[in-house]
């Protein structure tokens, strides 16, 4: 019994046991079907994610590739239509581009080439106008406001048939660098500055029939060279970024320095005595000629070489004109105070201010060093320019600028100004080059009663030049005993540009910093003003302007914007010369 009880208990559990394995046993099964499940549910969701970000990425791809307008993806009516949609005036280019578009390319930079084309196509027709305007003109004020838009119209000219051969390759095709879209957006800022200053020079003479007429003619050849601007500002730079991201660079990206700059040149400013002039003019008879304007006359056109001219002490009375076809020229004399060029021209005796300057220049890579240059029809005379310079590249190192209204008249180009002494009344630094001034002592004098002192004037008018002053640990105080109200400067045009930073502002200054063009009319909000880090009592900006445009604590990203090195691209031209500059 007990037995039998003992062998009933022992299957028992051994049945009980054998259930619980079967049980284990299946719940294992379970188990790794579900975690199979998991797995294969893991490997697919996986798979989805990478899908899914995978066709964002191409996505993204396509998108940055058609936003740099790559030829392959547009047809020619879109690329036209892409390319233009960043200009001020998209209904005049596509439809100039689309005419020229004779072989349907969507190539970007052969378009811009042809916008070059339809805009130098149009401004040759507008000197041949002004030609027929200035048939027609009989009064001496007329004449002279006609001589000017000749002038500046021909430069304007030259201006674009330089863009076209800096981008053209000797062997054929085109070159695209860095480099060559700065020069480009230069010279396209100087043809529109110079076409704007046919029409001030009309409007300052009075010539109204003539200012309308021309201002008609004009309105074509305008639009076209802004529309180029705008191509070379925004889609070549563009362009540019896709080839760089692209390794398919055409041209010389890493040329260091203008192609135009002369070879060997280095200590030429501060070389142990003086460079070796090719002229020394002498007014005691003991040089070579006696006047500037022969040496001048003695100098090649074009030439890469360096040509120095030696101007010893003395006043010398004459009217200088270096003109675009005259490369390379170096003027230097005996001291600011001692080798000066000295005239009285002006606009109350019947000139242009842009005809009225004692010593103007407009041929590329131009050199003054210890010059002196006056204008002496004094406060009454109104604008009586001392310098013109329209020069490319061009450096005045320890140099004087004496007058009263309309000094200095940084017309267009890239300038540099190092150590110089500037005097003057009413806008007496104005035009629309891109320029820097450093290390320099700026000082405002007594104008006429009733008026007020106004240092800049800038006459920046398309959004897209790269022009304005920049005035850099420079030192500002007057000249005499100053008690009109004196202002850093006042907005000549809508998107006029200033930035004074890192100098030194005297207690003679209007709290209010800046004015007005015309009083009482607030400036637009497309201008751009600043200041950054100045010192001395007439740098407080708690009370200046309130204007939209004008900012009185720029941030460091802001300011490094104006240095010599970003705003006229300093360091790649500067130290041939020699001269000394702060690059930062």
Not at 28 to 55: D, F, H, N, Q
Not at 107 to 118: A, E, G, K, T, Y
Not at 451 to 462: E, L, P, S
């Amino acid at each position: 019994m007990d037995t039998f009880n003992g062998h009933k208990n022992y299957n028992h559990a051994q049945e009980e046991e054998e259930e619980e394995e079967e049980e284990e046993t299946a719940f294992r099964r379970k188990s790794r079907k579900r975690i199979l499940i998991i797995i294969l549910s893991t490997i697919i969701l996986i798979a989805v994610i990478i899908g899914a970000v995978a066709g964002t990425i191409v996505h993204k791809r396509n998108e940055h590739q058609n936003s740099d307008q790559q030829p392959s993806q547009l047809s020619s009516t879109e690329s036209v239509k892409a390319v233009c949609s960043e200009t001020q005036y998209p209904e005049s280019c596509y439809s100039s581009l689309s005419d020229a578009n004779k072989s349907n390319t969507s190539d970007p930079v052969r378009l811009f080439m042809l916008s070059l084309q339809v805009s130098l196509n149009s401004l040759s027709a507008l000197s041949s106008y002004q030609d027929t305007l200035m048939s027609t003109a009989d009064k001496s004020n007329d004449i002279e406001a006609l001589k000017v838009c000749r002038t500046v119209i021909n430069n304007a000219i030259d201006n674009l048939n330089d863009s076209i051969s800096s981008m053209e390759k000797k062997s054929g095709g085109i070159v695209l660098s860095q480099q060559k879209i700065d020069d480009v957006r230069t010279w396209l800022s100087a043809a529109v500055t110079n076409k704007d200053t046919c029409l001030d020079a009309l409007q300052e003479m009075n010539s109204t029939l003539f200012l309308v007429q021309m201002k008609s003619r004009m309105e074509n050849s305008t639009e076209y060279t802004s529309n180029s601007l705008a191509i070379a500002t925004k889609t070549l730079s563009n362009n540019l970024k896709y080839l760089l991201s692209h390794r398919k660079l055409l041209g010389d990206m890493n040329s260091e320095y203008p192609e135009w700059t002369v070879s060997g040149e280095r200590r030429l400013l501060q070389a142990i005595g003086r460079p070796t002039p090719n002229v020394t003019v002498a007014k005691d008879g003991s040089g070579h000629v006696r006047t500037i304007n022969e040496a001048i006359a003695m100098v090649p056109n074009k030439s890469d070489d360096r040509f120095i001219i030696h101007v010893k002490e003395g006043v010398y009375m004459e009217n200088v004109v270096v003109a675009k076809s005259l490369w390379n020229v170096m003027v230097y004399g005996d001291g600011m105070n001692k080798s000066i060029v000295s005239g009285s021209l002006s606009r109350i005796g019947g000139l242009p201010p842009f005809a009225t300057a004692t010593f103007s220049v407009s041929g590329k890579g131009f050199i003054a060093m210890d010059m002196g240059f006056m204008n002496t029809a004094g406060r009454i005379k109104e604008q009586a320019v001392a310098m013109k310079s329209s020069s490319d590249f061009s450096v005045y190192y320890r140099c004087s600028f004496n007058a009263f209204q309309n000094t200095l008249y940084a017309h267009s180009n890239r300038q540099f100004y190092r150590d110089c002494n500037i005097t003057g009344t009413v806008d007496f630094i104005f035009g629309d080059s891109s320029v820097v001034f450093q290390n320099c002592t700026i000082m405002p004098r007594q104008p006429l009663k009733k008026q007020f002192v106004t240092i800049t004037a800038q006459g920046k008018k398309d959004p897209n030049e790269n022009t304005g002053i920049s005035i850099q640990k420079c030192v500002i105080t007057p000249l005499d005993h100053l008690t009109a109200p004196t202002y850093l400067g006042r907005p000549w045009k809508d998107y006029s540009t200033t930035v004074i930073m890192q100098s030194r502002i005297g207690s003679f200054l209007n709290p209010l910093g800046w004015t007005e063009w015309v009083q009482g009319v607030v400036p637009p909000s497309s201008i751009f003003y600043g200041e950054y880090q100045n010192v001395g009592p007439g740098s407080k900006v708690d009370q200046r302007v309130n204007w939209t445009g004008f900012e009185p604590r720029l941030t460091s990203a802001q300011a490094v914007r104006f240095n010599v090195k970003s705003f006229i691209g300093g360091s790649a031209w500067l130290p041939q010369t020699d001269v000394t500059f702060d690059s930062t």
